[in-house]
T-cell receptor
């Protein structure tokens, strides 16, 4: 398995609170991604990073921010969580931009 | 806008029977195409990918997919299904070939149930 660790794996929080999800990799891969998975929607890209301090938005970036201060860590922050952000969040990494992503096991977030 | 459609939400197949999963995409040029599989409670794993060249591509676990430009399709097939193939399958397209990374657009997924 690719060395990807997501934390926390499960979190329940209340509307309006800030939440940070962490993705940690031991593979030294350049590219890191955050997706959310919702029934019927497949996975949708939130943000991704193509290097330290280099990030770009995906299709559902509103309400989310990211940071990558070192190669191994990619943080996803919900500044003020809403119920529509209840989802399973997946981190993925890749050494190249050829589309082979390696996924973490996911973080289930429930916003009450 | 880029879109990927998987018309079948659920498919039930008997063990040993053949399987075909459909995928249609909307994109102005020939995109990069992918199939991923997700076992329950797990992340996704790449089965195969198509960039160019031979339109029939082989992947892992005995899967293959055929790219048909005229139909904007990239269907996944397996000649004989095993019980371990029960999972959810996602077709994906790279939506922005000029981006620094891969901005994959995923279909909604097809859940495969294998009957003994």
């Amino acid at each position: 398995d690719a060395g990807i660790t997501q934390s926390p794996r499960h979190k329940v929080t209340e509307t309006g609170t800030p939440v940070t999800l962490r993705c940690h990799q031991t593979e030294n891969h350049r590219y890191m991604y955050w997706y959310r998975q919702d029934p019927g929607h497949g996975l949708r890209l939130i943000h991704y990073s193509y290097g330290v301090k280099d990030t770009d938005k995906g299709e559902v970036s509103d309400g989310y921010s990211v940071s990558r201060s070192k190669t191994e860590d990619f943080l996803l922050t919900l500044e003020s969580a809403t119920s529509s952000q209840t989802s399973v969040y997946f981190c993925a990494i890749s050494p190249t931009n050829t589309g082979e992503l390696f996924f973490g096991e996911g973080s289930r977030l429930t916003v009450l | 806008a880029q879109s990927v459609t998987q018309p079948d939400i659920h498919i039930t197949v008997s063990e040993g029977a053949s399987l075909e999963l459909r995928c249609n995409y909307s994109y102005g040029a020939t995109p990069y195409l992918f199939w991923y599989v997700q076992s329950p409670g797990q992340g996704l794993q790449l089965l195969l990918k198509y960039f160019s060249g031979d339109t029939l591509v082989q992947g892992i676990k005995g899967f293959e997919a055929e790219f048909k430009r005229s139909q904007s399709s990239f269907n996944l097939r397996k000649p004989s299904v095993h019980w371990s193939d029960a999972a959810e399958y996602f077709c994906a397209v790279d939506s922005d070939l000029k981006a620094a990374g891969n901005k994959l657009t995923f279909g909604g997924g097809t859940r495969v149930l294998v009957k003994p």
